[in-house]
């Protein structure tokens, strides 16, 4: 499969991002019920934004698509420390798992529920 340099750096981005999560926020989600519904509830959110509001997005790689997405909430986010647990946490740990599950293929809103990523 050829990889574009946009797919490329996505992948880096959302991996920072992972990175950025950290160990304890991917357990804390692994552990915990609660936040994992609410983040599954921001993943099919972001899809339909995604799908919806952004003409051309079947044709995008997910994962270009899902990094540009993430950079524009922390661009624009009001809280500069957020955490795992947060609205803005939640909703950055949605586009991973997404960026995850999609990779370089079009975003669908016909998948699987999404994996936990630890």
Same mark, same amino acid.
Do not use: F
């Given at each position: 499969?050829? %990889?574009?340099?946009?797919?490329?750096?996505?992948?880096?981005?959302?991996?920072?991002?992972?990175?950025?999560?950290? /160990?304890?926020?991917?357990?804390? @989600?692994?552990?915990? !019920?609660?936040?994992?519904?609410?983040?599954?509830?921001?993943?099919?959110? /972001?899809?339909?934004?995604?799908?919806?509001? %952004?003409?051309?997005?079947?044709? %995008?790689?997910? /994962?270009?698509?899902?990094?540009?997405?993430?950079?524009?909430?922390?661009?624009?986010?009001?809280?500069?420390?957020?955490? $795992?647990?947060?609205? +803005?946490?939640?909703?950055?740990?949605?586009?991973?798992?997404?960026?995850?599950?999609?990779?370089?293929? !079009? @975003?669908?809103?016909? /998948? $699987?529920? +999404? !994996?936990? +990523?630890?």
């Amino acid at each position: 499969m050829r %990889v574009t340099w946009r797919e490329k750096n996505a992948r880096e981005w959302i991996s920072e991002l992972s990175d950025r999560i950290g /160990v304890a926020g991917w357990a804390t @989600l692994a552990l915990t !019920p609660a936040l994992a519904a609410e983040v599954d509830q921001h993943g099919a959110a /972001v899809r339909d934004i995604l799908l919806v509001g %952004v003409e051309g997005a079947g044709t %995008v790689g997910a /994962v270009v698509l899902l990094a540009a997405y993430g950079r524009g909430l922390l661009d624009n986010a009001l809280e500069s420390d957020w955490t $795992p647990t947060s609205w +803005l946490g939640a909703r950055l740990m949605a586009v991973c798992e997404l960026a995850h599950l999609h990779d370089a293929r !079009p @975003l669908t809103d016909d /998948v $699987p529920a +999404l !994996p936990k +990523l630890t």
